[in-house]
């Protein structure tokens, strides 16, 4: 995660808008929205509809920020509510069928040797990242945005548990069920 | 022998246990968050044991491919001011009366 840039900062802005000040929603969501952004975007590898979670997230924030704790920090409660409407966003959209195009049957068997190292790095970077965001993209809702706080966000075990709601012990098995998962998919099904 | 099969089955599940366990910290070891003796043991054990190296360079693979995704740098399409402005358009309404007479 994005290292803190001032707690009392966020603090006296979650204040004034549980006082119902609108003029604290600017000061931060200038200090949150990339990071909510990227958080959104990862989770839904759409730019639109990244950019609707976060409007979402800020607009819920203040709605909800007179039951904010606050002793907590600003940053994960508003990475909470961000993963929560990217997984709400999800849903719908799978349920409109506009979910990603799954790999082709062909191109499963070199896809993990296609991770490795290659002369043109950024052409196998772009392609290694489709393939990988393709095996994301099969994963179930909380172990996908348990990786995606981990490996998009940099986020520690700690601060996963504490946005997503779960124990550190369902955080780790979730990781590694995911990772596991992303594995045989990448593989073409062979454990 | 009934005894026999019983101590047989036990030592499965133990050894299925420990194996279970193994891939686990195989698993956080390649996420990056495996820390003190659980990382010393499972790097001693990577090096004796091949099928675990071999999934865990395949799970390293996976995760720096993530790493390196050019979407964690993403820049959002529109300027803050534009955002800033739909979501004081979206609490407006929020706190706007609902069925204003007409």
């Known amino acids: 995660m994005e290292p803190s840039r001032g707690g009392a900062g966020d603090r006296e802005l979650m204040a004034r808008l549980a006082a119902g000040d609108r003029e604290a929603l600017a000061p931060l969501m200038e200090r949150h929205y990339r990071r909510l952004y990227r958080i959104a975007l990862s989770y839904l590898r759409q730019p639109d509809d990244a950019l609707d979670v976060v409007q979402e997230a800020f607009v819920k924030a203040f709605q909800s920020a007179s039951r904010w704790d606050g002793s907590a920090e600003a940053g994960p409660w508003l990475a909470r509510i961000t993963v929560n409407l990217a997984i709400d966003r999800w849903r719908r959209n799978r349920r409109r069928a506009q979910t990603f195009t799954p790999l082709a049957e062909n191109d499963h068997a070199a896809s993990l040797a296609d991770l490795g190292p290659s002369p043109d790095h950024r052409v196998q970077g772009r392609e290694a990242g489709e393939r990988v965001a393709a095996a994301l993209a099969g994963l179930p809702e909380r172990q996908r945005a348990v990786v995606v706080l981990r490996h998009y966000q940099d986020m520690s075990l700690e601060e996963i548990a504490g946005a997503l709601e779960m124990s550190l012990g369902t955080v780790k098995s979730s990781l590694h069920r995911a990772l596991g998962r992303m594995r045989v998919a990448l593989a073409g099904g062979r454990p | ?93 929020s706190l706007a009366p609902a069925g204003r007479p007409r």
Do not use: N, W, Y
């Open chain 2, 1 to 93: 022998m009934i005894l026999a099969h019983l101590l047989v089955g036990a030592k499965h599940l133990l050894v299925g246990a420990q194996h279970l366990r193994r891939r686990r910290r195989v698993s956080l070891l390649a996420a990056g968050v495996l820390e003190g003796r659980e990382r010393e043991e499972t790097l001693a054990h990577l090096e004796a044991c091949p099928r675990c190296r071999a999934a865990h360079d395949e799970l390293r693979a996976i995760v720096a491919a993530m790493e390196h995704d050019p979407l964690r740098e993403a820049e959002p399409p529109v300027p803050l001011a534009f955002l800033v402005a739909r979501v004081e358009r979206e609490v407006e309404r």
